[in-house]
DNA sequence: AGTACACCTGTTAAGGTTAACACACAGGAC
DNA sequence: GTCCTGTGTGTTAACCTTAACAGGTGTACT
């Protein structure tokens, strides 16, 4: 009835009708039923974002890029977390898709299980757009960095520092990101003329259940064998930043400096690196601008009449020099 | 319908009826519409988390102790986030009170605010459970650390190795764990008839706002402060490890040792703790015990018929001796 | 035969909201 | 007087699901 107008603020409601509406709301604490709001006009402003990894601060700022947007433009975010399997994934997107959100931004790693299931709900004709994940569909958008070039720029970095024995930390044949980093480095490493010595790549052994997200743990593990090697490399990639702090802890744990003995590139360039000893060096992921990036995407999706041509984009990575590559100060 | 019968499991419905039900539901790609379910219902099966900080891992793992609760007697968790401001606090009891969330979980930090309106949602009825936050209510549960008795026990443990002038960095008066632990920390002081020195005391002076997460930065300018003193202190007790790493990164860049020249205790127990240069002693909080039994208290109220009587838990807090206060191998 | 019960299916109404429409009145324009 | 427009209010139906009930068949037991 009137109450409708009164609290959504549209139509005409005379000044005392409008009072009395809001008092007795206000008296009876009335909320309305988002439910049968949602129901009634077959959208909820609610936008659903699926996180694999919330304890890296990567997930974190992509979030934060993501709320800003749709806050700003009055949706609401319902986060979900899908850490350890396609199961989990699967669960999140179901849930969300019974809720009806209006969108849903995917940010967990692919699987064959997951992916099927989000062409489903494409094809249901939610709009999804994915951050880093492996899955294409001419309904959804892709956003993601550059980590092909940027394992690229960590690896020629380390190499015009003279390094030929370069070891990764963290392989990882499922993870997209990953695996582009990885060869993103393998490339430098050809294109200088180097060998890709396969006993330097470590990674999380098969014993890679879903959740896959490396870990500091992982990293520590990973050098702690590297280090072992009759010749250990001189130098690391890891494939992120958190791998690189147990990177950094194993080899100081053995007694070794950074980065006279050992360099070590780390990937995201989380607050925490510059504040590492030595400090990081990393290559910085536009991860704000990603979240963002998604978030408009999402919206253009939501609210075009029909859908809109697919988009990809991939933006830049940078890297960032600090005292774990060039020794200093 | 007999649909409904089908879909939910419950009730007669024949084999063949079962399997056409299904599987024009396949073909159709249907999904049951959860708005219109909790509408009938007038339950959802859905709970909401409130989290300030994301980017701290203390927060991820309390969501994984209370995720992994609620998955296992069937609801869904949605997470909010509200980092900056009470008014974030406040959208997010209201969308979740809107939604017709089952309950709420509050891990925030308190705020006047958003405890009158968290006061005005407790009354309508929708269960509500605290994780160390300031608010007491009849109708609410609370959980939380013994945050006094952990700072007690890390000024303690500095106090038992000689140390007379310590400091304490990150205090806040906003937020009650955090002034809590502080308390805990003059206690000890005092019990041991040791002077508390206020320009031993830093925090965010006061240019703080809601946010007031303790972070890496915080405790990097703080320590830099404290360094500049004529005489600074020899040990410090940092207000979280995050804190504690922005701090002795600070400490490193003067070319101090840790633990010779300053010793350093944290709070938390992050999982990074035990990788940092040197690895660092900590008072481990029972975080996946906090979410877990955050959730616990809250599906009882959940699903009693009537209120429940008030619980109010305290968990003990631990202290790990690693290497940042006592020198080793 | 009559009664009880298990099995299966259908009908109705309600949950809270809003889009669409209908109506009513006032004031101004012609 | 008629028409138009702006303002204010009410009615109806629909969104999709499910609780409650009603009704049907068939089998088993007394």
Do not use: W
């Amino acid at each position: 009835m009137t109450v409708s107008r009164v609290i959504n603020g549209n139509g005409y409601v005379s000044h005392s009708t409008r009072e009395r509406v809001l008092s007795v709301a206000r008296e009876m604490s009335y909320r309305r039923n988002a439910l049968a709001r949602g129901l009634k006009r077959q959208q909820t402003e609610t936008v659903g974002l699926v996180l694999g990894d919330i304890a890296n601060p990567f997930g974190a700022e992509l979030a934060r890029g993501v709320r800003e947007v749709l806050t700003a433009r009055g949706y609401t975010l319902f986060m979900c977390v899908s850490e350890r399997s396609a199961r989990e994934d699967i669960a999140a997107f179901d849930t969300l898709a019974d809720h009806r959100a209006d969108g849903i931004i995917v940010a967990t790693r692919a699987s064959k299980l997951g992916n099927d299931r989000l062409a489903e709900i494409t094809e249901m004709g939610i709009p999804v757009v994915l951050i880093g994940r492996e899955f294409r569909h001419p309904l959804a958008d892709l956003v993601t960095a550059d980590h092909l070039r940027g394992g690229h720029e960590a690896t020629t970095h380390l190499i015009s520092l003279g390094h030929r024995r370069i070891g990764f930390v963290g392989a990882s044949l499922s993870n997209v990101s990953g695996l582009k980093r990885f060869q993103g480095s393998v490339e430098a490493l050809r294109e200088h003329g180097l060998p890709v010595d396969e006993t330097l790549i470590l990674g999380s052994d098969g014993r890679e259940q879903m959740p896959g997200y490396a870990t500091e743990e992982m990293g520590f593990d990973c050098m702690k064998r590297l280090l072992q090697l009759r010749e250990p490399p001189r130098a690391i990639f890891a494939r992120n930043d958190i791998t690189a702090l147990g990177a950094i802890s194993a080899i100081k744990s053995a007694g070794l400096r950074i980065p006279q003995d050992i360099a070590v590139v780390g990937y995201d360039d989380i607050p925490l690196a510059r504040h590492t000893s030595p400090p990081l060096t990393t290559i910085r992921q536009p991860t704000h601008e990603l979240g963002k990036l998604a978030a408009q995407l999402l919206l253009r999706r939501i609210e075009s009449r029909e859908p809109p041509r697919r988009e990809e984009k991939i933006l830049d990575c940078e890297l960032v020099v600090r005292e774990s590559t060039i020794g200093a100060a």
